[in-house]
């Protein structure tokens, strides 16, 4: 999950990231997650499962057998994004998906136009989100005291996302 995801999440379901996020030890070579002390094992941002389905926090069951996301419209960019890939200009379907393979979905179906224009934006945050990591990292590698995950929560909320400032656009009175 990318900072924009949880910012989106937090806004719009009036919760604290620690009601939804949990930080999962990544791959030391990836340069999106974050440290805690300088030179420190790398976290990266990862919905919570309720623990006795194991399902998605915001999975909600409306009935038995029967389940749908509960932050649709607030819901990560790559859960948006799935079960798509863009390759060579192309919408197609993920090689990998841990929920049915290539054969499970039609693209004659789907929306390609809304899924190419939400890949874009999943490629977008995540290169905000590179940098944003990269600038708490430096804060962390500079300072004597190891951070908390509440610091690291309180620089996501303070952060301010280009998803941000089209909210803003959109939000402003339109000039005469
Ligand atoms: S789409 Fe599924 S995984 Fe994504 S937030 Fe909603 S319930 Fe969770």
Redesign the pocket.
Known sequence: MTIADVRRLAAGMALHPREFVYLKEGKEEDNSDFRFKPGGPLYDLH?LHRPVTK?????MEIAPGKAR????VH??IV?AT?PASLAQGSVGIREKTLCGGPDSWNLATMDLPAYRRDIARNRAAWSEHLRMAREWNARVDASTRPATEEQLYDFILAAETSEDAEQADRSAPASS
Do not use: H, K, S, T
Not at 55 to 59: D, M, P, R, S, W
Not at 69 to 72: E, I, N, P, V
């Open positions: 919905l399902g998605c926090v915001f999975l996301c509960g932050a649709y819901r990560p859960c799935f």
